[in-house]
């Protein structure tokens, strides 16, 4: 699991959640519209499922 700031010239800052596994890197969300100068804290939560090998955010 990645957690990527990423620039688009137009759009500005989003957070991007990435999940890569053998290789293959997959796009599994993406925060938009944030107001960066407020931000102070940036909590992050991932709920994981042993039975099913999964995890969310």
């Known amino acids: 699991m990645r957690l990527v700031i990423v620039y ?3 759009a500005g800052l989003s957070l991007l959640f990435n ?3 053998n290789g293959l890197s997959t796009k599994i969300g993406e925060v938009k519209g944030l107001e960066w100068a407020s931000i102070r804290t940036l909590d992050l939560f991932l709920h994981a499922d042993p039975a099913t090998g999964s995890i969310r955010m």
Do not use: C, R, V, Y
Request: charged fraction near 15%.
């Open 8 to 10: 688009n010239g137009t």
């Open 19 to 21: 999940q890569e596994q």
